[in-house]
T-cell receptor, first 115, second 114 residues
Framework: KAGVTQTPRYLIKTRGQQVTLSCSPI?????VSWYQQTPGQGLQFLFE???????NKGNFPGRFSGRQFSNSRSEMNVSTLELGDSALYLC??????????????FGEGSRLTVL | DQQVKQNSPSLSVQEGRISILNCDYT??????FLWYKKYPAEGPTFLIS?????DKNEDGRFTVFLNKSAKHLSLHIVPSQPGDSAVYFC?????????????FGQGTTLQVKP
């Protein structure tokens, strides 16, 4: 069974640009969550989607947005990039709306560098 | 306000000995707790979890203990192996509608020396 797939794995952008990251969950998983990992702040929750609907949102500015498609694939977008957006962006999927006791399955992440 | 805290950034133990990783939380609404392991350049991997209605859960070499009155949980690894060297994160969630929203601690880097 294929795991969570995130693309691209690495990317470099400049301040002011926007970026779109993609996540394909494990087959059959309908819930997708996104997290940002930075050295200073650790792993922080961005948002969660289930059945194309945002279920939860973390404390991030409106520049961070996401969506989920009917096949459960998800994208997140960051507009007007800032230097502080440099981070590892992790996508996680789970099989049920409520999660399987919170057991999320993570992808390898997309490493974003903003210059 | 950091709701989940791992106060020890690093821990070093000898192979075969016990590793104890600690985690404290402040939010009494948390009802499910998890431990994840992360190697460099990989996503976190689920290790073990515990519901707030229990005080212990065991899976092979890994045991998690929960002390609700102290708002403290710990992960015991016995015996420790060099392959256990990684960053360990504890995480918590509150309510069945928030299981996709995990609050993570800052992580503890475990080094197991041969």
């Amino acid at each position: 069974k294929a795991g969570v797939t995130q693309t691209p794995r690495y990317l470099i952008k400049t301040r002011g640009q926007q970026v779109t990251l993609s996540c394909s969950p494990i087959s059959g998983h309908r819930s997708v969550s996104w997290y940002q990992q930075t050295p200073g702040q650790g792993l922080q929750f961005l948002f969660e989607y289930f059945s194309e609907t945002q279920r939860n949102k973390g404390n991030f500015p409106g520049r961070f947005s996401g969506r989920q498609f009917s096949n459960s694939r998800s994208e997140m977008n960051v507009s007007t990039l800032e230097l502080g957006d440099s981070a590892l962006y992790l996508c996680a999927s789970s099989p049920l709306r409520g999660g399987s006791h919170g057991e999320l399955f993570f992808g390898e992440g997309s490493r974003l560098t903003v210059l | 306000d950091q709701q989940v805290k791992q106060n020890s950034p690093s821990l070093s133990v000898q192979e075969g000995r016990i590793s104890i990783l600690n985690c404290d939380y402040t939010n009494s609404m948390f009802d499910y707790f998890l431990w994840y392991k992360k190697y460099p350049a990989e996503g976190p991997t689920f290790l073990i979890s515990i519901s707030s209605i229990k005080d212990k859960n065991e899976d092979g070499r890994f045991t998690v203990f929960l002390n609700k009155s102290a708002k403290h949980l710990s992960l015991h690894i016995v015996p420790s192996q060099p392959g256990d060297s990684a960053v360990y994160f504890c995480a918590a969630s509150a309510g069945s509608s928030n299981t996709g929203k995990l609050i993570f601690g800052q992580g503890t880097t475990l080094q197991v020396k041969p």
